[in-house]
């Protein structure tokens, strides 16, 4: 038994050991390559870890738009959306489908999607989904839809010379990219996100409920000019109803609260 007074010492020195015979171990695991875990972590990771991709892409514009006008997009996004919610290729159950456009109506249609997810139609027989432009809920995106993000479409099309400015930082862009393009490109992506309807129907066996807050959209943006003609196709073949909202906290379950069908469309702002 040590003295009393080398205790301390000792129990410092025993920490120092251990500490010692760790570091050991991981650097004996690293020069033998052991495989790493799935977390990856950095001490222990060889050549072959896998590194996450960081910072923006830079694809070209042509390109992205000729495959976000490809139908098979379409069921690309529907396929990543019953990964993450299975029931919207189930039988019976009813979707919903929300749309939004103009200044202060991204909430609006957002608190639509939580009442039908969270409230008591999720637990209803059948049961009812409801999903947007983004993902299946308003906190799981859609990895085409996170994609887009990290490419940056919008702020690639203000730069200037090649340089385009992203979260404070400078990138010399490749493939410069025009508003048009950018507006393109999201106005694809959005088309055979309304074109799922189809899909869902078909494997639903029931017409999707749209619900679209638009009031004050204008004319020349993506809605009216990319989703609205999709959504009329569909309804005339029977995948989709259509509503839109009067007021901008209108309620699904009160038919007073909205215009039915896309003929009777409120008229666009100037």
């Not at 000792?10 to 495989?35: C, F």
């Not at 129907?201 to 017409?207: D, F, H």
């Not at 809605?223 to 003609?229: D, G, I, K, Q, S």
């Amino acid at each position: 038994m040590a003295p009393p007074f080398l205790t301390p010492y000792l129990n410092k020195w025993t920490i120092g050991v251990v500490l010692l015979a760790i570091l050991a171990i991981i650097v004996l695991l690293s020069v033998l390559g052991i495989p790493p875990t799935s977390s990856c972590p950095v001490t222990v990771c060889s050549t072959d870890c896998t590194i996450p991709v960081t910072g923006p892409l830079f694809p070209g514009p042509v390109e992205k738009i000729t495959a976000l006008k490809d139908p098979a997009f379409s069921r690309q996004l529907f396929a990543e959306a019953i990964a993450t919610e299975p029931l919207l290729a189930v039988p019976g159950t009813q979707v919903h489908m929300g749309f939004w456009s103009g200044k202060g109506n991204h909430g609006s249609m957002l608190r639509v999607l939580d009442a039908i997810n969270e409230g008591p139609a999720a637990s209803a027989v059948p049961p009812n989904r409801a999903i947007w432009d983004e993902g299946t809920t308003a906190y799981y995106n859609y990895p085409s839809y996170t994609r887009i993000l990290d490419e940056h479409w919008y702020e690639r099309a203000s730069g200037v010379n090649g340089t385009v400015i992203i979260f404070g930082k400078s990138y010399a862009d490749p493939q410069p990219v025009t508003f048009a393009e950018a507006d393109e490109v999201w106005g694809q992506y959005s088309a055979r996100y309304t074109d799922m309807a189809e899909l869902i129907a078909q494997a639903t066996g029931k017409p999707v409920k749209v619900w679209c807050f638009v009031q004050g959209a204008r004319a020349n943006r993506i809605f009216y000019t990319y989703e609205l003609p999709q959504l009329q196709q569909m309804e005339q073949k029977g995948y989709v109803q259509v509503y839109f909202a009067k007021i901008p906290d209108a309620d699904w379950t009160k038919p007073e609260d909205w215009i039915n069908g896309t003929t009777n469309i409120p008229a666009p702002a100037p």
